[in-house]
Structures are given as C-alpha cells and as structure tokens.
C-alpha cells in the first residue's frame, strides 16, 4: 500500500512544485502541454502499460508452454491449466483496452480536440461492457449455464401449463 500511494503522491508533490501554475489550462483541471507538464502523467501511465505488458506476455508465455505438456497429467493440474489459460485469454483480450484509453487520454485535451476526446470517453464508458462480452459472453461455461437453467425454467412452466390443462379438462 506505501508503494501504490507513496508513488503517485510523490509524483503529485514533485510536478506541483515545479510546475505549480500549470495546473489549469483554459479553465479545465488538467496538466499543460505547453510546459511539458502532461509528462507527469503520461510517462508514469506509459511505464506502468509497459511493465503490464511485459508481465503479461511473461505469464501467458509461462502458462501456455507449461499447459501444452499435459501429456500424463491428472485431470486437477490439466482442470487448473485450462483455467488459468482461459484466465489469460481473457487479460490478453482487455490489456490493449484498458491500456490504451489511458494512453490517449492525455491526448484528449489539445490539438487532437474532439474526436479524439470522444474516443476516450467511449472507451472508457464501455470497458464495463467489453468486460462483461470477454468474461460472460465468450464464455462457454456460462453460456451453456445460461442455456441450462433456461431450459429448466421453460420445461418447468410448460409442465405447470400442461398440468394446469388436465386439470381443467378432468373437471369438464
């Protein structure tokens, strides 16, 4: 917790101190591009999407070379593998969505105007919704859950239905 708190804390006191003007620029609470300020944002934001790509090319590597020996396995490491390789498939899938809203959005605000302000806010709005496609969508498990209980809910109401008939005819 120090660390996630202590670096952006030292950031803020550190670019406030040296730039302690640029903090609005033309009414909005932003950080100027002019001065170079925006810098204060932007490379921090770029190194973080830079180690969590490499992070993440690491595990998926280290998760699909180990996975596809599974030759001779037991079926809990081969359930375990499997999990974590849709796991993976996953993170693969929304890493160049999150990291790249927060890549442009420095952009947003400038010479680029409004289409690329537009592009940052929809994706933003819809990282919600492409988490939701990714994860619950795309999933086969919980699509064939979903397929289940449907059917079970339909073959329910048509017995209800169909004893509801018989009832009615055997009082006729």
């Not at 993440?56 to 390789?85: A, D």
Request: hydrophobic letters at 45%; one cysteine or more.
């Amino acid at each position: 917790m120090m660390m996630c708190y202590g670096i952006p804390i030292l950031i803020v006191a550190v670019s406030s101190a040296a730039f302690s003007g640029d903090y609005n620029v033309d009414n909005l609470c932003w950080l100027s591009q002019e001065t170079g300020m925006i810098w204060t944002f932007v490379a921090p934001v770029t190194v973080i999407v830079l180690i969590n790509t490499g992070i993440m090319y690491v595990v998926v590597n280290t998760i699909y070379k180990r996975s596809g020996q599974m030759v001779g396995k037991s079926v809990k490491e081969k359930n375990t593998f499997k999990q974590l390789r849709k796991a993976a498939r996953g993170a693969v899938m929304l890493l160049p969505l999150m990291g790249t809203t927060w890549l442009i959005g420095p952009f947003a605000i400038g010479s680029a105007g409004i289409p690329v302000d537009y592009l940052f806010n929809f994706l933003n709005g819809c990282q919600g919704i492409f988490i939701f496609i990714i994860y619950c969508v795309l999933e086969n498990e919980i699509r064939d859950c979903f397929k289940k209980r449907f059917k079970r809910k339909n073959y329910v109401h048509s017995m209800t239905e169909m004893t509801a008939r018989s009832t009615t005819e055997s009082k006729f």
